[in-house]
């Protein structure tokens, strides 16, 4: 893995990466698939790798924004009950190259987005999730997380504020939890299925710790990086386009 071409490039870009999503409350799996794609990683080591970033850096980021008191069990619950088995199920399923690049490039146009702030609205009024709405957004975007390696919350965050369940900062803390056990989930489901994780990936871990602590810390604390966010996205959209066209 450490042998790709321009490796090192990659390595300063990936903490970046990790502090934006951090800040939002987010594990970065999206963005890491991106720089990835960019950087032609093998797709096989691809989603067992963005899922063990999700690990550490969405556990910080859930960690922070707990710690201020952002988090509303009770509507995490709503999601997880499903999402959890199903992305388990999603991470046994084997996609082929092909098919896998275009499912990515179009979760990734909620990556680009959510840092374009086009669901960064808040409502002031907030509405109570009913347990059959939860138990269907959550077992969908669990599946789907599982089967391409992303936590999810990417996709769970514009929906809490589009439906008006919670506002931006609970939608991130929930969406932090949401992206841990997903993830989790998801590996298991992967490792049990006969793929296999290469030493370097927690090389890669331990460098996108450094983004994910000061993103995370400081994400909850309400920083502004609307400019930094304006780079990912354009980031984000190159590699949308090299999915979806090679």
């Known amino acids: 893995m450490l042998e790709i071409e321009n490796i090192y490039i990659f390595l300063l870009i990936l903490p970046i990466v990790s502090f934006l999503y951090s800040s939002v409350g987010h594990g970065g799996a999206s963005g890491y698939l991106a720089l990835m794609a960019i950087f032609s990683f093998a797709p096989e080591t691809m989603k067992p790798t963005a899922l063990l970033l999700n690990l550490f850096v969405a556990g910080i980021s859930f960690y922070y924004y707990y710690k201020e008191g952002y988090f509303n069990k009770k509507l995490f619950i709503s999601f997880a009950i499903a999402s ?92 932090a939890l949401f992206i841990w056990v997903n993830s989790a989930s998801g590996l298991i489901g992967q490792l049990s299925s006969g793929v296999k994780l290469e030493m370097a990936s927690f090389v890669l871990v331990a460098i996108a710790l450094i983004g994910g602590v000061l993103g995370a810390y400081y994400g909850s604390k309400k920083i502004n990086n609307k400019n930094l966010r304006y780079i990912l996205a354009f980031v984000l959209i190159i590699a949308c386009a090299k999915l979806m066209f090679t």
């Open 84 to 175: 959890i088995p199903l992305a388990f199920l999603g991470g046994t399923i084997e996609v082929d190259a092909s098919i896998y690049k275009k499912i990515l490039a179009i979760l990734l146009i909620f990556a680009i987005l959510k840092m374009l702030n086009v669901f960064g609205k808040e409502s002031d009024s907030i509405k109570q999730i009913k347990i059959w709405q939860g138990l269907i957004v959550g077992g969908v975007i669990g599946f789907f997380s599982g089967l391409i390696g992303i936590g999810g919350g990417i996709i769970l965050s514009p929906v809490i504020l589009l439906l008006h369940w919670g506002r931006m900062k609970e939608a991130a803390a929930v969406s």
